[in-house]
């Protein structure tokens, strides 16, 4: 099976591990990911398995199980199909686009601003991972038309709850961060919840709507 | 911070020095919602200075970097420092690191400065109470948790105890050298060869295991970026995947970056190696301008030699 034969097996260290099931942005490898992190994170000697877009890091005990065993059992796992798991929780955010690059972007991309709002409102995106910052969440895939590089420099202060898209990817800022995406507009949403756990509003697989206010 | 009242006081922040906070183990199990897993960056250290005064490993201790603090007891406890040397002195006595020392109401913990390392544990016992998030004590400064508000200590700072000791404590009770880990100035750090080793030019493969790196300005708890011939890459970024501590990634501009305890949980630099358990405590010591070197270790040798400094450990348990 082509699935099973790209499977990638490699120490991080010696108590953790990465599986990587694939190279791309994709919504079926990102499923495959998760359903591959949620059973191994039932296991004994798994403390802790983290989906990526494409792939799972996974923090073992080495007292219970060695790297050959998990390695040998994880590319059994990687290679079956997986269950059809449920639709991502959906979100509706309500974005005021007024951002410090609205303009900027939108003549970089050959779009009036009310294009580019349109456009970044118009699709449901999928989180695919989260990362980088406490709550950021790895949001995509990008309509063709809204897709730049980074900023050449990047801000040393973003404000939370900045909306922002770089490559084929948008996200929300959590905290004050430096960060270099094009920041297009805002949200009250807060993608970081200190008080509660997990302290982030997303999870790898939910899904998101913007909406303009 | 506010007064907890006379009974419970044990420190009182006189001189916190550079950079002094509230650290434990840590808080693993949050890494899918973005939250690193924190805590020491000396793990051994820690462990062995919350175990010499007679408390669970991963009670709530001080991790100091660069210098140390003025701290004046306000009751009498069991203190022990441990990890780097900064010349500890007790009410203006040398003081023994390593090892538990009583300490009476009323006497001053100070230091002279650095002769080595870069960061020192300070447990007393019953451990330090704290803002605790997510099961961990520790501060992690980015979303100000942990701690005391999330944020290093300063000088008027009353710490207080979190409860009796675990184990009836005993002075003078020590972690002979041969025990602790090999610190060097210069250490040579047990690397596993990490997922995306191939990427490298066969050139810069040798010259990562072979060269002498130098721990550049940018070196804080979230990681160390290494100076050094920068290695050639294939692929400049990959799609994001987790990380753990003691990954080595290697951004486009090749100066590698050994991730520490606060570091980012998710990243698309390829990871050409991660350095071994036992050998983190030799990392957490360093300071910008110190050098090590990476030699190739397989995970199965890497974790023998963590349970044999595991075990070194564990005879303080007995």
């Not at chain 1, 219970?64 to 290679?79: F, M, W």
């Amino acid at each position: 099976m082509p699935a099973q034969r790209s499977v990638r097996i490699a120490p991080l260290g010696d108590a953790a591990l990465l599986v990587e099931l694939g190279q791309r942005v994709d919504t079926a490898l990102n499923t495959r990911a998760l359903a591959l992190a949620a059973a191994l994170g039932k296991r004994r000697d798994v403390r802790e398995a983290v989906p990526g877009y494409a792939s799972v890091a996974v923090h073992y005990d080495p007292e219970q199980v060695t790297y050959r065993g998990l390695a040998g059992v994880i590319s059994k796992l990687a290679g079956a199909k997986p269950p059809p798991g449920p639709p991502g929780r959906l979100h509706r955010i309500p974005v005021t686009y007024d951002g410090p690059d609205l303009r900027a972007t939108a003549s970089q991309l050959g779009l009036s601003v009310d294009d580019v709002i349109r456009l970044h409102s118009g699709p449901t995106y999928r989180c695919f991972a989260i990362g980088f910052a406490p709550g950021w969440a790895y949001l995509g895939p990008l309509p063709e038309a809204l897709r730049l590089p980074r900023r050449r420099v990047p801000r040393t202060h973003v404000p939370p709850g900045s909306v922002a898209m770089a490559e084929l990817l948008t996200g929300i800022y959590p905290l004050p961060t430096p960060g270099g995406w094009h920041l297009i507009g805002r949200t009250a949403v807060r993608m970081f919840l200190p008080q509660s756990d997990p302290p982030s509003l997303l999870r790898t697989g939910d899904r998101v709507k913007f909406f303009a206010t | 911070m506010t007064d907890p009242g006379p009974v419970l006081r044990v420190l009182r922040v006189e001189d916190p020095g550079m950079f002094m906070t509230i650290q434990d183990l840590g808080r693993p199990g949050r890494r899918a919602a973005g939250v690193p897993p924190g805590g020491g960056l000396d793990r051994f250290a820690l462990s062995a200075a919350n175990l010499l005064v007679g408390n669970p490993e991963g009670a709530a201790c001080l991790e100091c970097a660069l210098s140390g603090p003025t701290l004046l007891a306000r009751r009498s406890c069991l203190v022990a420092i441990t990890g780097a040397d900064f010349a500890a002195t007790l009410n203006g006595r040398s003081m023994p690191s390593w090892t538990s020392v009583f300490v009476s109401e009323g006497d001053r913990l100070a230091f002279g400065g650095r002769r080595w390392g870069g960061r020192i544990y300070i447990a007393v016992s019953g451990g330090l109470a704290a803002d605790r998030w997510l099961g961990s004590a520790s501060t992690y400064v980015l979303v100000g948790k942990g701690g005391v508000h999330g944020r290093p200590l300063k000088a008027g700072d009353e710490l207080t105890v979190a409860g009796p000791a675990l184990h009836p404590g005993v002075a003078g009770r020590e972690l002979p050298e041969p025990l602790r880990p090999p610190y060097s100035t210069e250490p040579e750090l047990s690397a596993i060869e990490g997922p995306h080793v191939r990427l490298l030019l066969p050139a810069s493969r040798r010259a990562m295991f072979g060269q002498r790196w130098t721990v550049s300005r940018d070196a804080d708890r979230m990681g160390y970026r290494l100076e050094g011939t920068p290695l050639a890459i294939k692929a400049t970024e990959l799609v994001s995947f987790g990380l753990a501590m003691g990954c080595v990634q290697v951004p486009p501009s090749g100066e590698p970056i050994l991730l520490m305890a606060d570091h980012q949980t998710a990243g698309g630099y390829p990871v050409v190696a991660g350095v071994a358990r036992c050998d983190l405590p030799l990392a957490a010591q360093l300071l910008p301008g110190e050098h090590l070197r990476f030699r190739l270790e397989t995970v199965e040798a890497a974790q023998v030699e963590w349970r044999r400094l595991r075990a070194g450990l564990d005879t303080l348990k007995r």
